[in-house]
């Protein structure tokens, strides 16, 4: 029996792996990613290969599962670089910084600056094909080799759209190291930041839009609806795929689509 349970906790990070959070007390927690890419197929290896991505269907298109959350890719050509838009990149935590650097740069792959980033820790930025921005930062005590940690907004009025999610969502600000405009859900830090200048909306970017898997997904939207929210497309159930969505864009562009059932493509 000791060993049976000795096995049992050796193999429980396979097992959270590519697993959703738990839901808050709201029933909200963080879903999915979905970006505009020229190769799908290319863009899905380089996922698999160096951030050890699982691939899923979903629909017509390919999903790849991590922890915390679901990256869609639609193979299209953006529009932009997400360095262009509010929604400027998204990040992940890894194990080992160096030798993912190392791998990432043998590949021949663009690769930005290395630097100590807001927590104390090695960040690194790097660039996919089509221009999706990536943050990589370093903690050496992760059960997984990489995990999702956080997306990036930067707009002029970023305290502004900052307090609409904490508002719209019932959320609490709390700082992510130096940087204090950050709230959390479930399964990824959302992180809020000033640019000088005003960035594009994300719809057709080469990060298209963001997304939370909400319990209870109709009678949600209904609530924001009354507070004001207009839905791009409102509240729909796929039967085919057993998926509620909706899609709004916030008050700075940036599209965030809300579901209900994307825990059944993990």
């Given at each position: 029996?000791?060993?049976?349970?000795?096995?049992?906790?050796?193999?429980?990070?396979?097992?959270?792996?590519?697993?959703?959070?738990?839901?808050?007390?709201?029933?909200?927690?963080?879903?999915?990613?979905?970006?505009?890419?020229?190769?799908?197929?290319?863009?899905?290896?380089?996922?698999?290969?160096?951030?050890?991505?699982?691939?899923?269907?979903?629909?017509?298109?390919?999903?790849?599962?991590?922890?915390?959350?679901?990256?869609?890719?639609?193979?299209q050509e953006p529009s932009m670089g997400s360095r262009q838009t509010v929604m400027d990149h998204f990040g992940f935590k890894v194990r080992d910084i160096q030798s993912f650097i190392d791998k990432w740069e043998a590949a021949g792959l663009e690769m930005g600056?290395?630097?100590?980033?807001?927590?104390?820790?090695?960040?690194?930025?790097?660039?996919?094909?089509?221009?999706?921005?990536?943050?990589?930062?370093?903690?050496?005590?992760?059960?997984?080799e990489v995990t999702a940690y956080h997306v990036h907004y930067f707009t002029p009025g970023y305290e502004e759209l900052l307090n609409w999610y904490v508002d719209m969502f019932n959320l609490e600000i709390r700082s992510r190291g130096s940087i204090a405009t950050t709230t959390n859900v479930p399964g990824m830090n959302i992180s809020f930041g000033n640019s000088d200048t005003e960035r594009a909306p994300s719809a057709g970017a080469a990060i298209d839009h963001i997304g939370f898997e909400i319990d209870n997904l109709e009678a949600f939207c209904k609530q924001l609806e009354a507070r004001g929210v207009v839905f791009d497309r409102p509240y729909n159930y796929i039967e085919s795929i057993n998926l509620g969505t909706a899609f709004f864009t916030d008050p700075r562009g940036v599209v965030v689509e809300l579901t209900e059932g994307l825990g059944g493509f993990f």
């Amino acid at each position: 029996m000791n060993k049976l349970a000795l096995l049992i906790l050796a193999l429980l990070p396979l097992y959270s792996h590519g697993q959703l959070a738990t839901p808050n007390a709201d029933g909200i927690r963080f879903g999915h990613v979905h970006l505009n890419v020229p190769d799908a197929e290319q863009h899905a290896a380089l996922w698999e290969e160096h951030f050890g991505g699982e691939r899923t269907p979903l629909g017509s298109q390919i999903a790849i599962r991590f922890p915390n959350m679901l990256l869609v890719l639609r193979e299209q050509e953006p529009s932009m670089g997400s360095r262009q838009t509010v929604m400027d990149h998204f990040g992940f935590k890894v194990r080992d910084i160096q030798s993912f650097i190392d791998k990432w740069e043998a590949a021949g792959l663009e690769m930005g600056r290395v630097f100590t980033g807001a927590e104390g820790q090695t960040n690194a930025y790097l660039t996919f094909p089509g221009g999706t921005y990536v943050e990589l930062q370093e903690d050496q005590g992760l059960h997984e080799e990489v995990t999702a940690y956080h997306v990036h907004y930067f707009t002029p009025g970023y305290e502004e759209l900052l307090n609409w999610y904490v508002d719209m969502f019932n959320l609490e600000i709390r700082s992510r190291g130096s940087i204090a405009t950050t709230t959390n859900v479930p399964g990824m830090n959302i992180s809020f930041g000033n640019s000088d200048t005003e960035r594009a909306p994300s719809a057709g970017a080469a990060i298209d839009h963001i997304g939370f898997e909400i319990d209870n997904l109709e009678a949600f939207c209904k609530q924001l609806e009354a507070r004001g929210v207009v839905f791009d497309r409102p509240y729909n159930y796929i039967e085919s795929i057993n998926l509620g969505t909706a899609f709004f864009t916030d008050p700075r562009g940036v599209v965030v689509e809300l579901t209900e059932g994307l825990g059944g493509f993990f």
